[in-house]
């Protein structure tokens, strides 16, 4: 079992930045892919960016040279920095963590992007 919490969601000016951090705890070292997935009003929710226990990244064409994942094992936290966020990036923004066998969700932190 893993329990995953966000934080840092919160409202931002156009063109501003964010960061948000998702720390886990429980079966921990079963983890084998972190992620940050995003889900607008009205529509489907979407990969924002992932990273491996390996360190290998990815993310979605939409935030790319934007958003940058990164982890701190020490304080089992994952985190996304998000830079010149536009109103599109406005969403609910949920981490997903994967052991392989199983997913497992946090609740998720609200981004609003003001124009």
């Known amino acids: 079992q893993v329990l995953l919490v966000e934080s840092g969601g919160g409202l931002v000016q156009a063109g501003g930045s964010l960061r948000v951090s998702c720390a886990a705890s429980g079966s921990i070292l079963s983890i084998v892919a972190t992620g940050w997935y995003r889900q607008a009003p009205g529509k489907q929710r979407e990969l924002v960016a992932q990273?491996?226990?390996?360190?290998?990244?990815n993310y979605a064409d939409s935030v790319k040279g934007r958003f940058t994942i990164s982890r701190d094992n020490a304080k089992n936290t994952v985190y996304l920095q998000m830079n010149s966020l536009k109103p599109e990036d406005t969403a609910i923004y949920y981490c997903n963590a994967s052991t392989g066998r199983f997913y497992y969700w946090g609740l998720g932190t609200q981004v609003t992007v003001d124009s």
């Open positions: 990273i491996t226990s390996g360190g290998d990244t």
